[in-house]
């Protein structure tokens, strides 16, 4: 087939492109001082220096189980305050402004007051990374149920559904593919809120790190962790399509 | 009046890469001036055949010819109008904007462009709605501004493939009555493609028959003296069955 | 609904939005009873109206405002440049989805560091950081609306003569505007979340200086003033984006392009 043909000289192109892009890098990084432009051999090694010592690991678990406990958090919260407002539309679409508000509220202008309130401790990076996903989720769960066809609802009441009834078994599911969008939308977000905090307020964690290597000026390892932090973010969307694909759920 | 060319459709066979063969030995005149129907089942290959005629797609063999010359690519001398009005028309434009769109290219002078595009709009009945938007159009309306787009390039050919088929009755026999009235006026070539018998007799005087894919071919060349103006006109249900029955036929085969 | 009951219901979702949130914030202020860590929405209201007589916070405001703008004004057309040349010539899309995936993946705000090292505490870096997420984000929805473009609209306009470099002018672009309004308008929140971290790791003003500013001052009131100043600036660009869209130019809203 000539598109499987177009595909792998795609996918040659491709790397191609990238092949000159390490070159580039390698030649610039060769004229310039290696604290504001490593080579890419140096982050490489950087990398693996970094997991002979056991700091590393103890910072990939300590911003995994940041993200994975405030996302559950989140996510239960988001999908609760949905359920429970979207019951009614009238109040649902009497808050959205109030739910637009907050959505448009960086969790990093939250990261100081949250330490004030709630320590520099684990509590203050839960509290932010589950603020950002209740959000988030509540919003796609809200619009979910606003967008349930009224059809549907009539099909209900000519079978003679109550009204919760019809909520839990028809608004709810037809929400469902916004709910998990939602939540695939939420981890994104928790990753943001995670660096947010980890960058000003944290003693361990990605976040920390990147900033630690900054200061002290140590470039290569901060390349490496940054790369590292978007790698876990992408095997964490891919993680939750996977589980999302293998269960089914995604079903329009 | 300008004058119209003729279409020939010269031995052409047509296949996807190495996929099977979808149209095989169409050969047809259409003679400049003509309303044809194309008729045939579902996947038979009428909108391959019409692809090819605009250019859209080369045929594998044989040739398209416009008065001995070959068609090469898609082009004005050839507008196509499609089922798909939500997408064929340009949403960021309005209805008068929409049917200038090919034309700017052709009448420089804007004066004289907007009086062309107004009087095509009086043909096909939009004149009250020049400035609306497609999306606040009903689908007849749609319609209507897609056939105004393509007649004002006064093309040799109207190329429509099943163009009434996403609409309701009622709106689709007043566009085909329309369409019939436009061409007696403006006199040009149009195919029309269908798989509605009834449609086809009554706006066409030639009924071409596709026989059912793959290796479809034109299994019937019906022509009529007059069009039937009612489907209670006398000789429509012989005409009707006969072609119901190089359908069936062919779908037998 | 028609247009003033639209508004009349807009304003009672509003009020009662607000009205909501302060309750719900002084009941907890006066059962936490730690004005400190607290305070109490009068308080807040008190020290934000100082601070708007002063000028003060239209400073802080005006300078984040600032940032995102000059950030957006080279980071959108950038990106929709991009964005379109990749989505329509395959062999520009092969060659930089690699980077585009793995930008994609890393949040801005991990760059930080990054900017300052290269830019240091100034202006500039903060300029980068904007220009950076907002193209990107330009980029991803341009791309996406070029290859959403209908193969129907590309026929239609070849079956009326146009070419290639005619097409792309003339039906790709337009095509795929509201798909760049629609990245701007996200880029817009994308923006404010990064500006408003980079004021806080290193700058003089801004609401993101002012919360950092509040917190070693120990001034609860100022960072909920920051905070709240941010949500609001956020919410009103937003609105104010799509208000315009519409009303302005709605030739180029999505509303037009479904709904058929
Ligand atoms: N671009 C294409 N590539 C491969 N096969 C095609 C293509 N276009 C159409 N076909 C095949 O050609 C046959 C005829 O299609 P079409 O001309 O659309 O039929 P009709 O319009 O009569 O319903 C179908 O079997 C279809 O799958
Ligand atoms: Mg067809």
């Not at chain 1, 997991?51 to 996510?75: H, K, N, P």
């Not at chain 1, 390892?221 to 759920?249: C, P």
Request: aromatic share 8%; with cysteine.
């Amino acid at each position: 087939m000539p598109s499987e043909h177009r595909k792998s000289a795609h996918y040659l192109l491709g790397a191609i492109s990238v092949v000159a892009g390490l070159t580039i890098w390698a030649i610039a990084a060769w004229y310039t001082d290696s604290a504001l432009l490593p080579t890419p051999v140096s982050v490489l090694k950087s990398f693996s220096e970094m997991t002979q010592t056991g700091d590393l690991y103890q910072s990939v678990f300590d911003s995994a189980s940041r993200v994975i406990i405030g996302y559950l958090i989140g996510t239960l919260a988001g999908i609760s305050t949905g359920v429970i407002l979207g019951g009614s539309k009238l109040i649902s679409e009497l808050l959205s402004p109030l739910f637009d508000f907050f959505k448009g509220l960086p969790p990093i202008a939250l990261v100081p007051i949250a330490i004030m309130w709630f320590g520099i401790g684990e509590m203050s990076k839960y509290v932010v990374i589950a603020y950002i996903v209740w959000i988030v989720v509540a919003v796609s769960t809200l619009s979910g149920l606003r967008e349930v066809p009224t059809i549907r609802i009539k099909i209900g009441q000519i079978m003679g559904l109550s009204h919760f009834q019809i909520y839990m078994k028809i608004a709810l599911p037809t929400a469902m593919p916004y709910i998990f969008l939602g939540m695939r939308t939420a981890i994104g977000f928790a990753y943001v809120a995670l660096v947010s905090a980890e960058l000003i307020g944290a003693n361990t964690g990605i976040g920390y790190l990147i900033m630690d290597y900054r200061f002290s000026l140590q470039t290569s390892k901060m390349i490496a962790a940054i790369v590292l932090l978007g790698v876990l973010g992408s095997l964490t969307q891919m993680l939750f399509d996977i589980i999302i694909k293998r269960t089914r759920l995604y079903l329009k | 009046m300008a004058e119209w060319k003729n279409l020939v459709i010269k031995d052409v066979t047509k296949r996807f890469d190495s996929g099977p063969c979808i149209l095989s030995g169409i050969d047809i005149r259409i003679s400049r001036g003509s309303f044809v129907c194309v008729l045939g089942p579902s996947g038979s290959g009428k909108s391959t055949l019409a692809d090819l005629i605009a250019g859209f797609v080369k045929p594998s063999t044989g040739d398209i010819l416009l008065d001995h010359e070959k068609v090469t690519g898609p082009g004005p001398d050839r507008v196509v109008i499609f089922q798909d009005f939500s997408n064929a028309l340009f949403p960021w434009l309005t209805v008068a904007e929409n049917v200038e769109f090919g034309l700017k290219k052709i009448i420089g002078d804007k004066a004289a462009r907007r009086r062309k595009v107004l009087d095509t709009l009086g043909m096909v009945k939009l004149s009250d709605h020049i400035d609306k938007f497609p999306s606040e159009l009903s689908g007849g309306m749609k319609q209507r501004t897609q056939i105004a787009r393509g007649i004002v390039m006064n093309p040799d050919i109207l190329l429509m493939d099943e163009p009434f088929g996403a609409l309701d009755a009622i709106t689709r026999r007043h566009l085909q009555d329309e369409l019939v009235k436009i061409w007696e006026e403006l006199g040009q070539t149009i195919i029309f493609i269908t798989h509605d018998i009834g449609e086809a007799l009554l706006i066409s005087n030639r009924v071409l028959v596709l026989s059912s894919g793959p290796n479809a071919e034109i299994v019937e060349d019906f022509k009529q003296e007059h069009r039937f103006e009612d489907p209670s006109d006398k000789g429509f249900s012989a005409a009707y069955r006969r072609i119901e029955n190089s359908i069936e036929s062919s779908l037998k085969t | 609904m028609t247009a003033p009951k639209k508004i009349i219901y807009r304003v009672v979702s509003g009020a009662i939005s607000v009205a909501v949130f302060v309750v719900i914030w002084s009941i907890a202020s006066t059962l936490f009873n730690t004005p400190i860590l607290l305070p109490s929405p009068t308080d807040v209201f008190h020290s934000a109206m100082s601070m708007l007589y002063e000028g003060e916070l239209l400073i802080h405001i005006g300078s984040s405002v600032k940032r995102l703008i000059v950030g957006m004004a080279v980071g959108v057309p950038v990106g929709a440049l991009i964005g379109c040349a990749m989505g329509w010539f395959p062999t520009v899309n092969a060659l930089l989805d690699p980077y585009v995936r793995m930008a994609n993946s890393i949040p801005a705000i991990a760059l930080i560091p990054f900017s300052l090292l290269w830019f240091g505490v100034s202006e500039f870096s903060r300029y980068a950081l904007i220009f950076y997420t907002v193209s990107l984000c330009v980029l991803l929805s341009a791309r996406a609306g070029v290859r959403s473009v209908s193969e129907i609209q590309i026929k239609a306009a070849q079956s009326l003569g146009l070419g290639e470099k005619e097409m792309f002018v003339r039906v790709v672009i337009p095509a795929v505007f509201p798909s760049i309004l629609s990245g701007v308008r996200t880029g817009i929140g994308l923006g404010v979340m990064v500006i408003v971290a980079a004021e806080m790791v290193g700058a003089s003003d801004g609401l993101g200086y002012l919360i950092m500013e509040g917190r070693s001052h120990f001034a609860v009131d100022r960072m909920i003033i920051g905070i709240l100043g941010l949500g609001l600036l956020s919410l009103f660009l937003d609105r104010s984006f799509t208000y315009i869209v519409e009303h302005v130019m709605p030739r180029w809203s999505t509303k037009r392009r479904v709904g058929n």
